[in-house]
């Protein structure tokens, strides 16, 4: 017989319940560990230090929470966004026709 993990029916059981309000979680496979990996973004949305994240994760090393960060493009850009210099226009850089016409001619 192979070991079942009653957390795991728990879990089940509240997706299901979940899936109610939100049916598009009857397609996705939920998993604690999905909920954790969500859970770390959400803080590192929220402005809480990569350290904090770390600890409270129990990794080993930043490094590994540094995956993270790496994975996320939207907290990537707002990250830059506060590094624009005061005298600029804040958005992505859109190079003109010339430019493009230019590259592709590398």
């Not at 966004?81 to 003109?96: E, L, N, Q, V």
């Amino acid at each position: 017989m192979g070991f079942t993990d009653p957390l795991s029916g728990t879990l089940k059981k509240h997706v299901a319940v979940a899936s109610d309000s939100c049916p598009f979680l009857k397609e996705k496979n939920v998993t604690f560990h999905c909920l954790r990996h969500t859970t770390a973004m959400d803080l590192l949305h929220a402005g809480v230090e990569q350290t904090v994240i770390a600890l409270w994760l129990g990794h080993e090393s930043i490094e590994t929470t540094q995956i993270y960060l790496d994975a996320d493009l939207a907290l990537k850009e707002k990250i830059l966004a506060r590094t624009i210099p005061f005298d600029s226009k804040p958005g992505k850089f859109r190079p003109d026709d010339k430019l493009r016409a230019f590259l592709n001619r590398l």
